[in-house]
């Protein structure tokens, strides 16, 4: 139900923009969010929208940087990636739920029922 894009190679300072697009009752999702996990390493919570809530949340690590959206009438999410660095380089994932998830937990892939496929994003240095 979920469709992830837009991933690709580019050079350390650039600029992605990830997309999903998702299907069914997307716009009744009270949580998206997008994940990441690099080689080795653990899938990471990097960004969250909660309905109802004052805005995005971000990871420390990309705080700044990356800017979370969605359009509801599209049934998409989005997730720009400015000022990419080498440790950005990751398959991105990204995550929805039908419910708001709890704040200290909107970070935790457990908290999240579907998933995208996962689009790799490789910045050289």
């Known amino acids: 139900q979920l469709q992830a894009s837009g991933g690709g190679l580019v050079q350390a300072g650039g600029s992605l923009r990830l997309s999903c697009a998702a299907s069914?009752?997307?716009?009744?999702?009270?949580?998206v969010a997008w994940f990441r996990q690099a080689p080795g390493k653990e899938r990471e919570g990097v960004a969250y929208?909660?309905?109802?809530?004052?805005?995005?949340t971000y990871a420390d690590s990309v705080k700044g940087r990356f800017t979370i959206s969605r359009d509801r009438a599209k049934n998409t999410m989005y997730l720009q990636m400015n000022s990419l660095k080498p440790e950005d380089t990751a398959v991105y994932y990204c995550a929805a739920r039908f419910t708001r998830c709890l704040s200290y937990v909107c970070l935790d892939q457990s908290s999240y029922s579907y998933w995208g496929q996962g689009t790799q994003v490789t910045v050289s240095s």
């Open positions: 929208i909660r309905s109802g809530s004052n805005g995005p």
């Open positions: 069914g009752f997307a716009s009744d999702y009270g949580s």
